[in-house]
């Protein structure tokens, strides 16, 4: 079983949708977490902490639930340039990174 | 964020030759620097892990002897991928954290090609 499991999709939406992603840890000692967005043959970019008060940027809200080890990425209103690979990540406490494979949107006029 | 400069961002290389890819924390002093490297449509996989002045740590199944890792200060870290061949040509990206981080800041990448 992978560390970080997410949904690979892909999600295929139109403009404007509401579109949700999930994500699952096995490591209890996995510390922080993050959603990085990477675009085609570019860095992963990181998109938002995710805390288990929930955060909110914009149209983006991530939510975390450590008692069940998982985590959420909420997008809203969805535009042509959210088309990306989003990826989930948990971090220990010494900054080591464990992805998941990321889950493909696509977002369509 | 933090800065982490990457360099080269592109390199293509002829089989058994070698190639050094940097890593620099511009801003901050990494203690820790991490390599990863990612096939394509794969998610990024951790190489190894390089603390300041000691041995790397590798993962399972990644080879010492042709990933060298040398994190010689608090803000270089050197990935050299030794006699390379076609099957090593991949995305290679590092990234960095300091002392009390638990976030990680990433370099751009290196994408290898080898021909």
């Known amino acids: 079983r992978k560390e970080v499991e997410q949904d690979p999709g892909p999600f295929n939406v139109p403009e404007g949708a509401t579109v949700a992603f999930n994500c699952t840890y096995s490591n209890s000692a996995s510390q922080s977490f993050f959603w990085y967005r990477q675009d085609c043959r570019k860095e992963p970019k990181l998109l938002m902490s995710?805390?288990?008060s929930g955060n909110e940027d914009g149209r983006f809200t991530a939510q975390l639930n450590r008692a069940s080890q998982y985590i959420s990425l909420l997008i809203r209103d969805s535009k042509l340039s959210d088309s990306a690979t989003y990826l989930c990540v948990a971090n220990t406490n010494a900054g080591k990174s464990t992805f998941g494979d990321g889950t493909t949107l696509t977002v369509k006029p | 964020g933090a800065v982490v400069s990457q360099h080269p961002s592109r390199v293509i290389c002829k089989s058994g030759t070698s190639v050094k890819i940097e890593c620099r924390s511009l801003d901050f002093q990494a203690t820790t620097m991490f390599w990863y490297r990612q096939f394509p449509k794969k998610s990024l996989m951790l190489m190894a892990t390089?603390?300041?002045?000691?041995?790397?740590?590798?993962e399972q199944g990644v080879e010492k002897d042709k990933f060298l890792i040398n994190h010689a200060s608090l803000t270089l870290s050197t990935l050299t991928v030794t006699s390379a061949h076609p099957e090593d040509s991949s995305f290679y990206i590092c990234?960095?954290?300091?002392?009390?981080?638990?976030?990680?800041?990433f370099g751009q990448g290196t994408r290898l090609t080898v021909v």
């Open positions: 390089s603390n300041e002045g000691s041995k790397a740590t590798y």
């Open positions: 995710v805390y288990s």
């Open positions: 990234s960095a954290s300091g002392m009390r981080d638990t976030e990680a800041f």
